[in-house]
């Protein structure tokens, strides 16, 4: 529940400057990742959340993190991985692997990129 609690307060931090200036797509990560997390529970659980007052939405938090990733800025690259991740437990790989590459490109001394791209691949193509 304290973790929830700092999602709701980044969010409402968001919701803020998004008020403010709706052309800082980097408040999106904070929006989606708090909508995609509580989204992504298991009914009962988002319905007690609910009378505590969080609400969440797994497509919706999808798409602010599409935000966040493709008009970002600074945190651009971090809702990357965040959507690569929420694609994973989607289970589309295809859409996970094309982040991962992207960010590969955007990162190539990073060495994490390209072993979760050959695990994606081992995944998809398993070797006899």
């Known amino acids: 529940m304290a973790s929830l609690g700092y999602t709701r307060e980044a969010t409402r931090w968001a919701d803020?400057?998004?008020?403010?200036?709706?052309?800082y797509y980097d408040?999106?990560?904070a929006t989606g990742i708090g909508k995609y997390i509580i989204g992504s529970m298991v009914a009962p659980v988002r319905w007690?959340?609910?009378?505590?007052?969080?609400?969440?939405?797994k497509q919706a938090g999808i798409s602010e993190l599409k935000l966040a990733?493709?008009?970002g800025h600074y945190l651009a690259p971090?809702?990357?991985l965040?959507?690569?991740?929420?694609?994973?437990?989607?289970?589309d790989s295809t859409r996970a692997r094309q982040l991962l590459v992207?960010?590969?490109?955007?990162?190539?001394?990073?060495t994490l990129f390209p072993r979760e791209i050959?695990?994606?691949?081992?995944l998809r193509h398993p070797t006899p």
């Open 16 to 23: 803020k400057l998004l008020a403010l200036a709706p052309d």
């Open 48 to 57: 007690i959340l609910r009378l505590g007052g969080y609400a969440g939405n």
């Open 82 to 91: 965040l959507l690569a991740i929420a694609y994973l437990r989607e289970k």
């Open 69 to 71: 990733a493709q008009r």
């Open 118 to 122: 050959a695990r994606l691949d081992a």
């Open 102 to 110: 992207g960010l590969q490109e955007q990162f190539p001394a990073n």
């Open 27 to 29: 408040a999106y990560l």
């Open 78 to 80: 971090f809702a990357q």
